[in-house]
């Protein structure tokens, strides 16, 4: 039976972690479809097209699904979904809001964060802020699983006009009128995104205000990485909520994760310590971070980071 | 209007946890158990609402075994009306956990529901999600703030670009995040007065749902260990590791 990737897309692209969920379904089956549920989504649909190991795209055109309200996404999914075996998505803020609500009108358990596919019907994923791996079978004819898109190395892209999936239109099913949408106060930045980013530069309450976050956008800019932060960070309101990396926020595993004046509390690793090298710089020397940090620097971050950002910035 | 809250008794956020020897789950044995910290911001925001006119009463839920009560005095101890338990010592999983709250919400008929974005053991985030769809309702996931007013509920959202707004109609369903709140300490007088306070007794039976896991967890493992780092004393020292070690600048 096929496997029904369902996108996240901006309208003119599908998210990058598509591609993870498509890598991620592969090792569930074969016959993967994508889902592009929007209003004027030709762009995005032909761009998950191009996703190597894509067999079709659909595209539903519909205005209800302009800003993938829940209610009327599920719906759709829901309709399609006796199918497929299994329904895949991102575990971003997306696939977290419409999974579960797919999940529980078809009468089955959902799969949170799969970050390994056993076998198409068992995967393991991480409980306890990634302090214990719990490896889980479903028992459900319908398998609904969001995957953590940095545990799914993503498969070459087809590129323009490699061989792009077909593309069939399906029908829209209206709106619920239980939810609209008023706007978006999004963080607008020039950087990487945080959970692709080669490179991540993340800040937590030792820098002390949101003004000395800027010498961390310099060091950032400097080596092309994206920005993110502590939960004590983003509470205190030095930098916008969107930046936390961590059990609660954003999974991210660079090959390169610098964490500034950040104590390294297990709700923070979970978000991170899958890193491939991770650097801890904290005038602490107990501050657990160092416990997983590969390379550490006991010191005063305002004397450090400027240096480093000197360092980095002279090839 | 009432305000139904989910309430779940979880290992305290500051205990290591352990993973049992023999694979099985995580050990629970002598282990500080508390209120999972989003459920606090749910009694929270509800009890505010309660303060400010718009609800009238507010009804704690938890599931689990006789010692949810506790959590339950937790919340009736922050400001919650009474409560409701449904007692249990099977497993039970998102899906259960939204059948049963369904079960209650018919009984009750709250205007709102309001649960945390996310169980800090199972780290599921479903069951606000699920009890929506259960009863074909509008949810606000990951609410950063909400404005309760006649019929609707302005919600924004906590979601990976910032922030976002939307208007969901009532009766509804509203997940907590971080920045809702912040969380008030129940006061000596207020936890007495908690202890007079109802709890209403339920089971699966008598509500009559169907909590069969819908999972089987065929192990529970330790996570790999990172190969522990080494101390660096200089910046260039740093910088020559990262090059020419790490390969990663
Ligand atoms: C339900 C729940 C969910 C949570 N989710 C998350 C999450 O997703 N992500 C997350 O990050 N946290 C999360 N937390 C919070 C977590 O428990 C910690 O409180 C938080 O990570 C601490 O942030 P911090 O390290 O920036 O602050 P602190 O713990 O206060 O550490 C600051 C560090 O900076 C160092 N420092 C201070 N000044 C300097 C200086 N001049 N130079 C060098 N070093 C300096 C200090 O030595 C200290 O180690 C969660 C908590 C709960 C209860
Ligand atoms: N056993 C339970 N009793 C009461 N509320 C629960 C229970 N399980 C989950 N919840 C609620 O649902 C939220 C999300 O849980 P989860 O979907 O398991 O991550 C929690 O923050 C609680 O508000």
Redesign the interface.
């Known amino acids: 039976m096929a496997i029904l990737v369902v996108a996240g897309h901006d309208g003119k692209t599908v998210r990058a972690n598509v591609a993870n969920a498509v890598a991620a379904a592969s090792q569930m089956g074969s016959d993967i479809h994508v889902l592009v549920a929007g209003s004027n989504a030709g762009e995005a649909a032909k761009s998950a097209a191009a996703i190597a190991g894509v067999a079709k795209v659909l595209q539903a055109e519909d205005a209800a699904y302009a800003n993938w ?3 009327d996404i ?1 719906p759709l999914v829901v309709k399609l979904a006796p199918n497929y075996s299994h329904i895949v998505l991102a575990a ?3 696939g ?10 078809l ?7 799969a970050i390994k596919v056993v076998s198409p019907d ?1 995967f393991v ?16 004819k319908i398998k609904v699983v969001t995957i953590r898109p940095t545990n799914f190395k993503a498969g070459a892209g087809g590129g323009p006009g490699s061989n792009p999936a077909a593309i069939e239109q399906i029908g829209g099913e209206g709106s619920k ?11 607008k930045s020039e950087r990487p995104e945080l959970t692709s980013a080669k ?1 991540v530069i993340s800040g937590g309450r030792g820098l002390a205000s949101g003004e000395n976050f800027k010498m961390l956008e310099t060091l950032a800019d400097a ?1 092309g990485a994206g920005l993110g932060a502590s ?1 004590a960070a ?2 205190a309101g030095y930098v ?3 930046y936390q990396v961590g ?2 926020g ?1 999974v991210v595993a660079p ?2 994760y610098i964490a500034i004046g950040i104590s390294g509390a ?2 923070h690793l979970a978000g991170m ?1 899958d890193s ?4 801890a710089i904290n005038k602490d ?1 107990e501050a657990p971070i ?9 010191g005063d971050l305002f004397q ?1 980071v400027p ?2 950002t000197a ?2 910035s002279k090839k | 209007m009432k305000v139904l809250v989910g309430v779940k008794r979880v290992i305290d956020y500051n205990v290591k946890i352990r993973v049992k020897a023999d694979n099985t789950g995580v050990e629970t044995a002598n282990v500080k158990m508390s209120m999972n910290p989003f459920d606090e911001i749910a009694v929270e925001e509800a009890i505010r609402l309660r303060e400010k006119g718009v609800a009238t009463e507010v009804i704690a839920f938890s599931a689990g075994p006789q010692q949810c009560q506790e959590t339950i005095r937790t919340a009736l101890a922050m400001g919650a009306d009474r409560g409701v338990l449904v007692q249990s010592d099977a497993e039970l999983q998102p899906l259960a956990v939204a059948k049963l709250m369904k079960a209650v919400v018919d009984k009750e008929q709250p205007g709102l529901v309001i649960v945390g974005k996310q169980a800090i053991d199972d780290d599921s985030n479903q069951v606000g999600q699920m009890l929506a769809a259960l009863l074909g309702w509008s949810v606000g996931t990951f609410a950063n703030k909400l404005n309760v007013a006649e019929g609707w509920v302005e919600v924004k959202r906590e979601v990976d670009g910032g922030l976002e707004n939307i208007k969901i109609k009532l009766p509804a369903v509203i997940t907590t995040d971080l920045r809702l709140n912040e969380p008030r300490y129940a006061s000596l007088p207020n936890i007495m007065k908690a202890k007079k306070k109802p709890i209403d007794m339920q089971t699966s039976e008598s509500l009559g749902v169907d909590i069969a896991p819908r999972l089987k967890t065929l192990k529970v493992e330790e996570p790999p260990k990172r190969k522990s780092g080494i101390k660096v004393k200089t910046v260039a020292e740093l910088v020559d590791k990262l090059r020419n070690e790490a390969g990663v600048i």
């Open positions: 309200l829940a209610e599920a971003d803020s997306l977290k809001n419409v999974a579960p609500r797919v999940a529980a009108l009468d089955v358990a959902q799969v949170s964060e068992t994923r991480p409980i306890y802020a990634g302090n214990a791996m719990a490896t889980v079978q479903t028992t459900d009128g239980l939810s609209s949408y008023v706007g978006a106060e999004l963080s490179i080596m939960r983003v509470d916008p909520n969107d059990q609660t954003k090959d390169l297990i709700q310590k491939k090298t991770i650097v020397e160092f416990q997983v940090a590969d390379y550490g620097i006991v450090i240096e480093l360092a980095v």
